[in-house]
Antibody
Framework: QVQLVESGGGLVKPGGSLRLSCAAS????????MSWIRRAPGKGLEWLAY????????NYADSVKGRFTISRDNANNLLYLHMNSLRAEDTAVYYC??????????WGQGTRVTVSS | EIVMTQSPATLSVSPGERATLSCRAS??????LAWYQQKPGQAPRLLIY???TRATGIPARFSGSGSGTEFTLTISSLQSEDFAVYYC????????FGQGTRVEIK
């Protein structure tokens, strides 16, 4: 069955960096676009970034453009989110999600990121 | 950026009653509108897409309607497992979600 497992979250100081990973299994990872989505405390879901199946195309929400980078390793079924210049407002649970026809049918359980001094 | 606005923020409903959730887009998204359910500690689950099509395995008590800028999710007879947060999402131009409606037990 389809599984997405995020890792790499934790506590980081403002201005710091973190790399999140998402390990995919149960499907042909290289066939699918993937996205990162987050849910901040007390707020709704926020789409952050997507990457095409072959990494040719990426796009970002304005809130993270220039600070976050999405990438993938199709040989090892891994999706990444590199996060720089972290701010308190980046505190959230981060999810990876599989995109099919622009819909997110499968999500991971999330990894928590806390940005605090 | 298309802004999605959901109302109400919280809906208190008794089991067996009908729940109606609203979602408004800041500009037309045609029918490219989905609804997700999220329970505490769980990942979101896709319920409805194309404004009114139930995803695989979703019970018939969930129904969606609307097009353009105004959308509705209706749960015809609330079951205990339906108490959760519901999000609308447009996928006409990238993706954006509403802030969510919490459906709680009255």
């Amino acid at each position: 069955q389809v599984q997405l497992v995020e890792s790499g979250g934790g506590l980081v100081k403002p201005g710091g960096s973190l790399r999140l990973s998402c390990a995919a299994s149960g499907f042909t990872f290289s066939d699918y676009y993937m996205s990162w989505i987050r849910r901040a405390p007390g707020k709704g879901l926020e789409w952050l970034a997507y990457i095409s199946s072959g990494s040719s195309y990426t796009n970002y929400a304005d809130s993270v453009k220039g600070r976050f980078t999405i990438s993938r390793d199709n040989a090892n079924n891994l999706l990444y989110l590199h996060m720089n210049s972290l701010r308190a407002e980046d505190t959230a649970v981060y999810y990876c999600a599989r995109d099919f026809s622009s819909l997110f049918h499968y999500w991971g359980q999330g990894t928590r990121v806390t940005v605090s001094s | 950026e298309i802004v999605m606005t959901q109302s109400p923020a919280t809906l208190s409903v008794s089991p067996g009653e009908r729940a109606t959730l609203s979602c408004r887009a800041s500009q037309s998204v045609s029918s490219t509108l989905a609804w997700y359910q999220q329970k505490p500690g769980q990942a979101p689950r896709l319920l409805i897409y194309s404004a009114s099509t139930r995803a695989t395995g979703i019970p018939a008590r969930f129904s969606g309607s609307g097009s353009g800028t105004e959308f509705t999710l209706t749960i015809s007879s609330l079951q205990s497992e339906d108490f959760a947060v519901y999000y609308c999402q447009q996928y006409n131009n990238l993706w954006s979600f509403g802030q969510g409606t919490r459906v709680e037990i009255k």
